[in-house]
Structure formats: structure tokens, C-alpha cells
């Protein structure tokens, strides 16, 4: 386990395999004398509770951040290249410079201080945990508004992802400003 001397910051990224929005990433240093109670992969809570624990998150943490790529750029760079550059957009905003950074996966940007990438890491580390409810708040908030902006995509109920409703809804009504041109269902209809 970490040291609490050390600020250990846990990275998580959301929004890898969708067809549309930004890949979003969070960046978290807990405050080891104030515990949140609860936290563990937003995957594996409901959104009720994801939105109960993000406030307590911010509020509680040392420090947080969000960092994103938008859809041109992941079209530019690819989407694993976008994800590392928004999570380096993420711990640079931290307000605290970290001592170590922890991110969730197999493999981990350079962050100007050492990292360590680990597999299933919202399953294991608090922090990692926190940024992963973070990222996936933020980025479904966001999903949600843009269904307003672009009705008939069903982006409020599967946040961008490949589901057989979003490519009928692409076959039908087209492709819009938000959906990643470089992904093959996308790059097939235009």
C-alpha cells in the first residue's frame, strides 16, 4: 500500500469506446485523514450513487481535476493517444503536484513524476475509484445534455456507446459534429 506522506494521485479515463463525445478523464488525491466512504468503480455503482459520492469527492479530496479530449482530437491522434493526453491534462490541473501517479490500465503517459499503471485498478485503489466516478459523472452529464442538442441518438441512455440503437439512429438521421469520424461504425456512413 501507499505511504500517506505521499501524494498519490489516481487517474481513470471514461468514454474509450463510444462512437461520440469526448474521452474523459479524472485525476484525484485523497486526503488520507478525511476518508470518503464507499468508493469503488463507477462501474459498479448505480448512478444514484455515483452522483451521492462525486460532491463528497470534491469536497473532501486535496485535490481533483478533469481533462478530456475532444472528438477532433481523438479523429487526429487515435484514441488511446487522446486518453493519455487527457489524462496528463488531468493531473496537470491538480492544484498539488503529486508524488506518484496510479492509473488505472496497462499502460500510463509520462506525467513528469513516477506512475504506475495498473490493471483493474478501480477494483483496488481508492483513488483510482474516486477518478473513475469523477470521469464517468462528468462525461455522462454531458452526454445527457448533448442528447438535447442532437434528439433522436439516444445519447442520454447509452452515453455514445456502439448499441444497436445509436447505429440505426446514425443510418437514419446521419452523422453529426460529436461523433468520431475515425471509428469504423462512424467512418462506414460517411
Not at 472528438?71 to 508524488?99: C, F, Y
Request: glycine share 8%; proline share 6%; hydrophobic share 40%.
Amino acid at each position: 500500500m501507499t505511504s500517506d506522506c505521499l501524494l498519490i494521485a489516481g487517474v481513470d479515463e471514461v468514454g474509450r469506446g463510444p462512437l461520440a463525445g469526448p474521452v474523459v478523464t479524472a485525476a484525484v488525491i485523497l486526503d488520507p485523514s478525511n476518508p470518503i466512504e464507499g468508493l469503488m468503480d463507477s462501474k459498479a455503482l448505480s448512478e444514484k450513487k455515483r452522483e451521492a459520492l462525486e460532491p463528497q469527492i470534491k469536497a473532501k479530496a486535496l485535490a481533483w481535476a478533469i481533462g478530456r479530449c475532444e472528438v477532433e482530437e481523438i479523429d487526429h491522434h487515435n484514441i488511446l493517444q487522446a486518453t493519455m493526453i487527457a489524462m496528463q491534462r488531468a493531473v496537470a490541473g491538480l492544484s498539488v503536484k503529486p508524488s506518484k501517479v496510479l492509473v488505472d490500465g496497462n499502460r500510463s503517459p509520462d506525467f513528469g513524476c513516477p506512475a504506475e499503471a495498473i490493471v483493474k485498478g478501480d477494483q483496488s485503489e481508492a483513488a483510482i475509484c474516486a477518478a473513475s466516478i469523477l470521469a464517468k459523472v462528468c462525461r455522462d452529464r454531458e452526454m445527457v445534455e448533448m442528447d438535447s442538442i442532437y434528439p433522436g441518438y439516444g445519447l442520454a441512455k447509452h452515453k455514445g456507446y456502439p448499441t444497436k440503437q445509436h447505429i440505426e439512429a446514425l443510418q437514419q438521421q446521419g452523422v453529426t459534429e460529436i461523433h468520431r469520424r475515425s471509428f469504423g461504425p462512424v467512418r462506414k456512413l460517411l
